[in-house]
Structures are given as structure tokens and as C-alpha cells.
């Protein structure tokens, strides 16, 4: 994997150990993949919808 830097304002910065202590998440790595990863998902579907209603 590429190591990644992220700065995040003070509220996101607290709000992170609450996900990790509560979630089904173990690391700030762990958490982070899974949102990008959803948001690529999200991308996806809002993409083949837009296709969808070009096309059809």
C-alpha cells in the first residue's frame, strides 16, 4: 500500500476514536479504505444510473 498524510479539522479528529471504539473498524486505515471505498461504490451507481437515463 502507499502510505497517505491526511489533516483533518479538530471535530473529525474526535470524531474518529468514537468510530473506532463503537465500529466494526480496528484502525484509522481501516476506516478510511472502507469510506473511500464506499464513495467509489456510490460513484459507481450514481454513474450507471446517469447511463441509465441517457440511454433509456
Known amino acids: 500500500m502507499t502510505p497517505l498524510t491526511v ?10 476514536p468514537e468510530q ?13 479504505q472502507s469510506l473511500i471505498q464506499q464513495d467509489k461504490v456510490r460513484a459507481t451507481v450514481c454513474q450507471n444510473q446517469q447511463d441509465c437515463t441517457q440511454h433509456g
Open 7 to 16: 489533516s483533518l479539522p479538530r471535530p473529525l479528529t474526535a470524531y474518529l
Open 20 to 32: 473506532l471504539a463503537t465500529g466494526p473498524y480496528n484502525t484509522a486505515d481501516d476506516y478510511i
